[in-house]
């Protein structure tokens, strides 16, 4: 499964590494002449922010650009024709990663089109987003500026495509296992999980990278399967394995691993490689205050194993286990009391020394290796403690789960998904798996917690049509084939797309659960509307028996009833119910003796005939004038129930009607004298200006949230609010002391049309944001451009050969849709509708 989608070329890292100041870095921390860690950290901090002759970004022609291009260096290009509210985020990012990629030797430019020069690049505004990675004049790698999103992203990315031939990225154990039994004897390897590409975790894997590359063989992968399989439970935070296959020389021995403990920075990793390099045990004969190691060099304490003549082999054998264990956490040393000219206690059998300078060593009597370990473990865990503590001091609570998305990626971390259960598609497989066969694609990128989120439920739906659909389900990750997803329009993640005989793809607006996604499918099964041909059929399909195994998906059929002669009102009614496919049943019938349906149901054509499963009663409303929007807005509305469970997932929809709220909340079941009253007023039409609706707190737990933000405290249920969410905010309670019934409820309704009731609280009007910033870089671009008048957007066009390829490339552009500012159909198509009442949901489901 290939999941990087650079260009493998076989191009040398060399003249990058050995003008490098990263490179050298590094390798200074590695000399002896460090006898201090802290000296060294201090050091490279100093490189880090040194700051250097160029340290901005580069604004060059196309024709200057491609003339500083030298054979054999690395540059990173982005090309446009003006700054824009859409890219001025994105280049802060690129400006900022304008001194880390120097320090590899990969200079930055952003190139300004102008009319008096032609380059390929210039021109096209589907590769306005995209940045483009040379060496010399050919073209490596071209990245979305979409999976740019900060400046570790740009240094992550920009590494990982120069050092193809150091990592390895891999999907499956099978992979690890080749890789380990090719090296053993060899090399040993560097094996690291990130959650996502683009990561700090990923770029401090790619610099280390970068300097041990030729010395170690670097391994990456973002499976948690994967990672799972080798023994590790933890699959929230990045991890990194160092396997010792260089000493094994039996083929069918597996290669030892040790765990690095500290998080993935660049010099925890350098810190944890230099300790594997290092003799497992020293022997020693000297003072243990005086030895000096590479450990206490790193940071790290010194075990002594206390050894004598008489018991020097099984000292020795002692050492090397507790050695095996300690790995990557403390020196171990055999300590010779034979040759010791200083005073070690008789009793004692081990001397453990801590890294700071000053503190006494430890003559301790251990008498197992478990004690060991325990000891030194404990010792480091008193250390992260102090340090978790100050950081607390500085830092934000970052267990808060601002995002109801991110807490649910959060809480099945450690689930393991079937993803075996759909086809991953590729650039190479996609049009010959759509166009072979019924197929819903997800497209989605791995680093969005939304679109993981999603593909859970995704799963979810391969599990419940397993074997039981004829409906392919695929998934395409963006973040991966970028150029894949944007050929077929997808601008935003997660979306998924029905293809049939892979034309004319349906896209689904609906929300992101598995019920939701199953119901699209299951009324897709059908061709909408259906043509009904008879008036037996239409009696039929009123009553549900012609489709009754989809009426659990849609409790509503709709048929329109036309004269034969009614050519304008049936093509409205049928870009409708096309409109409307995989949300309801619709049918249409225009025989010559649809005047026997039209008389049996007093509907006057051309008119619709709602049919009610549930209550098992049939409607009828006129269509006369009606147009396409008009049509869909009706069936919509029809669609809705008099008095709903309000719920996460269908609050959007009622929302969207913009009308107060008449919230009852009840602790369970709805009270029956209640429901009685309000449907009463319903039907005697009191109740239209007001959307009335229940909330069952045990089905919907926010609820308790809700009301202690009305009333400070939870007050006894049942409770009646209405909550005017789109006019002024005001909450106000019916008396609690009052039963509800029909008059009491009018009574109460009309004081507050008069304005003689008082509210209890008022919401705030600004739109909620969460306690924690986020980071969406797309939403930023998008809100940025949304407060611009329109204009021409700069563009960038793809040039395969920097200098010479003047060969011309077919214009296959894609333009994003306005964001619609108004619940109008402004531009009227099917995801306008539900995105209005998603936004509507995003921004007042916690001012509710």
């Known amino acids: 499964m290939q999941r990087i989608a650079w260009k493998q070329q076989n191009y040398s890292t060399e003249q990058n590494r050995q003008k490098s100041p990263a490179h050298v870095r590094l390798q200074l921390m590695m000399s002896s002449s460090f006898n201090k860690f802290r000296v060294g950290i201090s050091f490279v901090m100093m490189s880090i922010f040194y ?24 540059s990173l290009a982005y090309f446009c024709q003006a700054d824009s509210p859409r890219t001025s985020i994105f280049l802060e990012e690129l400006n900022e990663a304008v001194k880390p990629l120097q320090d590899y030797g990969i200079s930055v430019a952003k190139v300004n089109c102008v009319k008096e020069e032609t380059s390929r690049y210039c021109g096209k ?180 194993i206390v050894s004598q003549q008489a018991t020097y082999e099984a000292d020795r054998r002692t050492a090397e286990w507790a050695a095996w264990r300690l790995l990557g956490k403390a020196g ?73 998305v991110a807490e649910t990626v959060y809480r099945d971390r450690k689930r393991r998904l079937p993803l075996e259960l759909t086809v991953e598609l590729t650039e190479e497989t996609f ?13 989605y990128a791995g680093w ?41 329009n997808v601008t935003e993640f997660p979306v998924v797309k029905m293809y049939k005989e892979g034309k004319n793809p349906v896209s689904y607006t609906g929300m992101l659960g598995t019920e939701d996604l199953l119901k699209f499918i299951q009324l897709n099964r059908i061709s909408c509307p259906v043509n009904i041909t008879s008036v037996q059929e239409a009696e039929e399909y009123l009553s549900g028996e012609l489709y009754k195994d989809l009426i659990s998906y849609s409790s509503v059929s709709v048929l329109g009833l036309f004269s034969p002669n009614m050519t ?38 051309p008119a619709l005939l709602l049919a009610r499963h549930k209550e098992g009663k049939i409607e009828s409303i006129p269509l006369a004038n009606s147009h396409a929007q008009d ?32 919230i009852l909340f009840s602790d369970g079941s709805i009270n029956p004298q209640c429901k009685k009253a309000v449907l009463t007023l319903v039907k ?28 400070n405290t939870l007050p006894p249920l049942p409770l009646l609010v209405v909550v005017s969410l789109h006019s002024g905010g005001q909450v106000f309670a019916f008396p609690s002391d009052q039963a509800i019934t029909e008059q009491n409820l009018l009574l109460w309704l009309k004081k507050l049309e008069a304005g003689l009731e008082s509210h209890i609280t008022i919401l705030p009007a600004g739109e909620w944001k969460p306690p924690l910033p986020a980071y969406d870089f797309l939403s930023m671009m998008d809100a940025a451009g949304s407060q611009q008048p329109t204009r021409r957007e700069s563009e960038c066009t793809k040039e395969m050969d920097a200098q010479e390829n003047d060969k011309k490339h077919e214009d296959k552009s894609a333009s994003r849709k306005e964001p619609i500012e108004t619940l109008r159909i402004k531009h009227w198509n099917r995801s306008n509708w539900f995105k209005e009442g998603e936004k509507s949901f995003r921004h007042d489901n916690k001012e509710l």
Request: charged share 25%; hydrophobic share 40%.
């Open 125 to 304: 505004e589907k590769d306005l987003m995209k940045a483009y990675l040379f060496r010399g004049n050919i073209l490596l790698r071209e990245f979305p500026t979409d999976t740019l999103f900060d400046v570790n992203a740009i240094v992550a990315h920009v590494l990982f495509s120069l050092l193809f031939n150091e990592v390895k990225y891999i999907t499956t154990l099978e992979d690890l296992q080749n890789i380990e039994n090719a090296l053993k004897g060899k090399a040993n390897i560097a094996f690291s999980y990130v959650r996502a590409i683009g990561t700090p975790e990923h770029r401090a894997v790619m610099e280390t990278a970068f300097v041990y590359g030729t010395t170690y063989k670097f391994v990456l992968t973002t499976e948690t399967a994967l990672l799972e399989s080798i023994g590790t439970e933890d699959i929230e935070n990045a991890h990194l394995y160092f396997f010792h296959c260089k000493q094994v020389l039996d083929l069918t021995e597996q290669c030892r691993r040790t765990l690095m403990e500290w998080p993935l920075t660049t010099l925890n990793i350098h810190r944890f490689i230099k300790t594997m390099e290092a003799p497992l045990v020293t022997e020693v004969a000297e003072d243990p205050q005086q030895v000096s190691t590479v450990h206490l060099q790193l940071g790290l304490p010194l075990v002594f």
């Open 684 to 711: 005697e039409k009191h109740l239209d200006s007001l959307t009335p609706c229940w909330l069952n707190l045990k089905n919907t737990p926010v609820g308790r949230g809700i009301l202690q933000a009305y009333f």
């Open 568 to 605: 304008t009102a049936k093509e409205d009614f049928t870009e409708a119910g096309n409109y409307l496919k995989g949300c309801v049943i619709t049918g249409i019938y225009s025989e010559e003796d649809v005047l026997i349906l039209s008389n049996k149901y007093a509907a006057t054509l």
């Open 51 to 74: 700051k250097s002759a160029v340290d901005s970004l580069s604004e060059l022609s196309p024709q200057k650009y491609f003339s500083t291009l030298q054979p054999g260096k690395a």
């Open 431 to 443: 049009d010959e798996t759509v166009v072979a066969s019924d197929s819903i694609v997800l497209f």
């Open 332 to 404: 171990v040393l055999l300590l010779l009391r034979d040759s010791l000219e200083a005073d070690i206690p008789q009793h004692a059998n081990v001397v453990f020394r801590r890294a700071e300078e000053g503190v006494p060593v430890e003559f301790l009597v251990l008498h197992d290796v478990d004690l060991i370990i325990s000891h030194v473990e404990s010792n480091m865990h008193n250390e992260e403690i102090q340090e978790d503590e100050d950081e607390d001091m500085e830092s934000p609570d970052m267990d808060i789960q601002d995002d109801e």
């Open 448 to 488: 969005q917690a939304v679109s993981m989120a999603f593909l859970q439920s995704y799963i979810d739906l391969a599990i419940k049509l397993k074997g039981t659909s004829t409906m392919l389900l695929t998934r395409v990750n963006c973040a991966d084939w970028s150029d894949l997803c944007a050929k077929q």
């Open 631 to 662: 049509i869909v807005q009706i069936i919509t509305n029809a669609l809705l129930e008099t008095f709903p469970e309000i719920t996460v997932e269908n609050l959007p929809i009622y929302l969207r009607l913009q009308k107060p709220l008449l």
